[in-house]
């Protein structure tokens, strides 16, 4: 009796299984599976556990292993990304957000939200301990190519970013969710925030929904790259170069000190 209970549990198990939505399981599970190999394998962590002391002639072996960490999540999360949809799906690219999808619009959304950020972002950086956290690679405040690689390298991660959250994740669950999948790809976006300043991690939630939101209105993740990667630049532009001036005030002669440091 116990055995044909266990066939009947198991037949009934793969009948459920059967009426999945076979796009929305490889979704789920593909970035599950990312994400995991993302933080086993290609974080700084791993780097600074397994390969830092190979690099301690390298002149900069901290940057390298930001650089390990950006470039190892864009073959992670892009790359991968990118052949699961061509090979698993068998389906366009550019119903995932890789299009340029309304310009007009996006480029619109994108200049008005960096440009309210980076006003924000001037009040709340005047304080030593703002400014002391950003950029993350400390050694980058006092060299400008080091800052520079850097937020290269920090660009090529943040393309990554947004293309499994607003557009592998976020399309691919589209069409069995709809605009709710605005809201699920925002979980776990904000859940990987955890460890980061508050203000940061707090932000991920508003700016995660307001994100997905722009790359269902514009059909591309382009403009949340644009919007995501002004944000982070400006911090980190910002923090350095009160870092530099040493001011952290907030008036017209502020503005000016901080931009000798530029020119």
């Given at each position: 009796?116990?055995?044909?209970?266990?066939?009947?549990?198991?037949?009934?198990?793969?009948?459920?299984?059967?009426?999945?939505?076979?796009?929305?399981?490889?979704?789920?599970?593909?970035?599950?599976?990312?994400?995991?190999?993302?933080?086993?394998?290609?974080?700084?962590?791993?780097?600074?556990?397994?390969?830092?002391?190979?690099?301690?002639?390298?002149?900069?072996?901290?940057?390298?292993?930001?650089?390990?960490?950006?470039?190892?999540?864009?073959?992670?999360?892009?790359?991968?990304?990118?052949?699961?949809?061509?090979?698993?799906?068998?389906?366009?690219?550019?119903?995932?957000?890789?299009?340029?999808?309304?310009?007009?619009?996006?480029?619109?959304?994108?200049?008005?939200?960096i440009?309210?950020?980076?006003?924000?972002?001037?009040?709340?950086?005047?304080?030593?301990?703002?400014?002391?956290?950003?950029?993350?690679?400390?050694?980058?405040?006092?060299?400008?190519?080091?800052?520079?690689?850097?937020?290269?390298?920090?660009?090529?991660?943040?393309?990554a970013?947004?293309?499994?959250?607003?557009?592998?994740?976020?399309?691919?669950?589209?069409?069995?969710?709809?605009?709710?999948a605005?809201?699920?790809?925002?979980i776990?976006?904000?859940?990987?925030?955890?460890?980061?300043?508050?203000?940061?991690?707090?932000?991920?939630?508003?700016?995660?929904?307001?994100?997905?939101?722009?790359?269902?209105?514009?059909?591309?993740?382009?403009y949340?790259?644009?919007?995501h990667?002004?944000?982070?630049?400006?911090?980190?532009?910002?923090?350095?170069?009160?870092?530099?001036?040493?001011?952290?005030?907030?008036?017209?002669?502020?503005?000016?000190?901080?931009?000798?440091?530029?020119?």
């Amino acid at each position: 009796m116990t055995q044909l209970k266990l066939k009947s549990e198991i037949k009934e198990l793969f009948n459920r299984i059967k009426e999945l939505d076979r796009r929305v399981v490889i979704v789920f599970l593909a970035v599950a599976m990312l994400q995991t190999i993302s933080f086993y394998f290609t974080q700084r962590r791993f780097f600074r556990e397994n390969l830092f002391e190979q690099f301690q002639d390298f002149s900069n072996p901290y940057l390298l292993e930001y650089l390990y960490w950006f470039v190892g999540d864009f073959f992670t999360f892009f790359i991968l990304g990118i052949i699961i949809i061509k090979f698993g799906f068998r389906e366009k690219l550019s119903d995932f957000g890789l299009q340029i999808g309304d310009a007009k619009t996006g480029l619109s959304i994108s200049v008005i939200f960096i440009s309210v950020m980076i006003v924000l972002i001037w009040f709340v950086s005047a304080t030593p301990d703002f400014a002391e956290k950003y950029p993350h690679l400390s050694g980058a405040k006092p060299d400008w190519n080091t800052l520079l690689i850097y937020e290269a390298g920090m660009l090529l991660y943040m393309f990554a970013w947004e293309f499994i959250w607003r557009g592998f994740m976020l399309f691919g669950l589209e069409k069995k969710f709809g605009n709710y999948a605005v809201l699920m790809q925002m979980i776990p976006f904000v859940i990987l925030h955890n460890g980061k300043p508050f203000l940061e991690t707090f932000g991920a939630i508003f700016g995660g929904i307001a994100l997905g939101i722009l790359a269902l209105r514009t059909r591309s993740i382009y403009y949340c790259v644009v919007t995501h990667i002004g944000v982070m630049f400006s911090i980190d532009l910002i923090s350095t170069l009160r870092f530099r001036a040493n001011d952290y005030g907030i008036g017209l002669s502020s503005v000016i000190n901080l931009l000798k440091q530029i020119f």
